[in-house]
């Protein structure tokens, strides 16, 4: 192996003692053998500690770092301190690679030699099934300087691009989708901010589009994404709205001054985070089975949420780009309408559930 290897791998792990196994042998099995794998556990209670250093011990290319409980943000950027490859991957601890990632990733490095970052496609894997996500269209997707403002208006707003430009990206809002050039993230000193708990990975990745200047995405299907039923985005969580502010607090510092300058895509793409954001509220806290607030209660809290500057900065757009069901809803939450925005809530909300059945 070089001194430097090609790729570190990142992945932060914790009680995953059921999932960690395949995950790394999918890195181990890849013909393409110049990478490092780095392994954080963050405080795992199960025998995740153990699985790692049975690992380290069979292979010198594999790091363990074990470390208490922070949060995927703390372990990722831990990773990141020690990381020395040329490229960047990150890897969740219950998802894997394709056989021959590694060696397709190194030729369409080589074929784009000049680009910061690579972004590839993947499968959603279920307990029951299997399959591919959208195709990205075309098929290579090669955008530099200005043009870089597409792919973050899609971090912000999937499919925003192909209202606009016919070009279908879907979204990119994942750190693990994407080989990052190592350099780019040291010199400009990017990490994952720690305090925010959803959007983490899609705020990391709207700072390093922001310090790119050449981003190629490649329809290249190289990494299995597990699917959860009860993952901790479908759960009842009382705390979701502080976790929305904080996440939509992070997207507004960035784009910011686009938004003061009137530009329309950051608007409407700032539109569709925050109904995101709304809609998130009503589905995890309360409109969910275990919120015993009244629907007076319910109705003060949205007044209130809707009244805060970033809800109102984000509403204040052409709503008519908005996909049906959030259009109707923001029209409603803008205007006070509060008994029809549940409403839509609510519908909207039976119909996700129906769909992930």
């Known amino acids: 192996m070089n ?9 932060p792990c914790y009680n995953v003692e059921k999932y960690l ?61 020690i990381a020395i490859g040329k490229w960047i991957l990150f890897l969740d601890s219950d998802d894997w690679f394709e056989k021959n ?37 075309p098929n290579r997707i090669i955008r530099t300087g200005n043009e870089i403002k597409y792919f973050k208006l899609d971090t912000l707003f999937p499919y925003y691009d192909k209202r606009i430009n016919g070009v279908s990206v879907g979204a990119i809002r994942g750190a693990w989708g994407k ?49 959860f039923q009860e993952s901790t985005m479908n759960k009842y969580n009382a705390t979701i709205l502080h976790i929305n502010e904080q996440s939509l607090n992070g997207y507004y510092r960035r784009i910011k001054n686009f938004l003061i300058l009137g530009d329309k895509d ?31 209660e319910k109705k003060s809290i949205i007044r209130k949420m809707l009244q805060t500057e970033l809800y109102q900065i984000a509403f204040d757009c052409d709503l008519s780009y908005l996909p049906k069901g959030k259009r109707e809803m923001v029209y409603c939450a803008k205007h006070e309408m509060l008994n029809m925005l549940f409403a839509f809530a609510y519908v909207s909300c039976v119909i996700v559930d129906f769909l992930r059945k």
């Open 3 to 11: 001194q430097q290897p090609f790729f570190s791998i990142i992945v």
């Open 21 to 81: 196994s395949y995950a790394i042998d999918s890195v181990l099995n890849q013909p393409f053998s110049d990478w490092e794998l780095i392994l954080i556990n963050d405080g795992s209670t199960d025998d995740t500690k153990n699985i790692i250093e049975s690992y380290t011990h069979k292979d010198a290319r594999i790091k363990a770092i074990h470390k208490f409980n922070e949060g995927v943000s703390i372990a990722r950027n831990t990773g990141l301190d």
């Open 101 to 137: 990632a590694f060696t397709n990733l190194e030729i369409l490095i080589e074929q784009y030699h000049d680009a910061d970052i690579i972004g590839f496609n993947h499968f959603y894997n279920s307990e029951k099934r299997e399959w591919k996500r959208k195709s990205i269209i």
């Open 179 to 227: 080989v990052f050039k190592r350099e780019l993230i040291k010199d400009n000193h990017i990490q994952f901010e720690t305090n925010i708990k959803i959007g983490e990975d899609a705020i990391f990745c709207l700072d390093t589009f922001n310090a790119a200047k050449k981003i190629v995405l490649c329809n290249e299907y190289l990494i299995h994404y597990r699917v």
């Open 266 to 296: 950051y608007k409407i793409c700032f539109c569709g985070m925050a109904a995101e954001c709304l809609f998130r509220s009503f589905r995890l806290y309360l409109l969910h089975p275990n919120c015993t607030l009244s629907f007076s």
